[in-house]
């Protein structure tokens, strides 16, 4: 086998693991019942799931010849910004006193602190 067909099985497979965590990321959106169990499932699996789907698509370009460059700044953004935009939301949804079913430690909002 060449390394072209062998790229392209392995960026097959990647695709498929990237559908496949796009996909739970997408149920777990729908089906949560509150906001910040909703807020979780998109930045952890959808993550891996656009990860798998842009590795899928530097192995092809490396296969092709090139470097994938754009595809590889894609991934660090999207790995560095989903995390910190739930935080942010998180905490915003924490200072406006969203109800969620967990209760809420006391010292979780700095504006809520004793002392």
């Known amino acids: 086998m060449t390394f072209q067909?062998?790229?392209e099985w392995l960026a097959a497979a990647l695709l498929l693991?990237?559908?496949?965590f796009?996909?739970?990321g997408v149920i777990g959106l729908v089906r949560l019942p509150d906001f910040f169990?909703?807020?979780h499932a998109p930045t952890k699996a959808s993550t891996l799931g656009v990860g798998g789907v842009l590795l899928?698509?530097?192995i092809l370009a490396a296969a092709e010849g090139r470097m994938g460059f754009a595809e590889l700044l894609i991934t660090l953004?999207?790995?560095v910004t989903a995390p910190v935009s739930a935080n942010l939301m998180a905490q915003a949804a924490l200072h406006l006193r969203v109800g969620g079913r967990a209760p809420t430690p006391p010292d979780a909002v700095p504006e809520?602190?004793?002392g």
């Open 112 to 114: 809520r602190r004793q």
């Open 5 to 7: 067909i062998i790229a």
């Open 37 to 39: 169990m909703r807020l």
């Open 56 to 58: 899928a698509s530097m």
């Open 77 to 79: 953004f999207v790995f």
């Open 22 to 24: 796009s996909l739970v």
């Open 17 to 20: 693991v990237g559908a496949f």
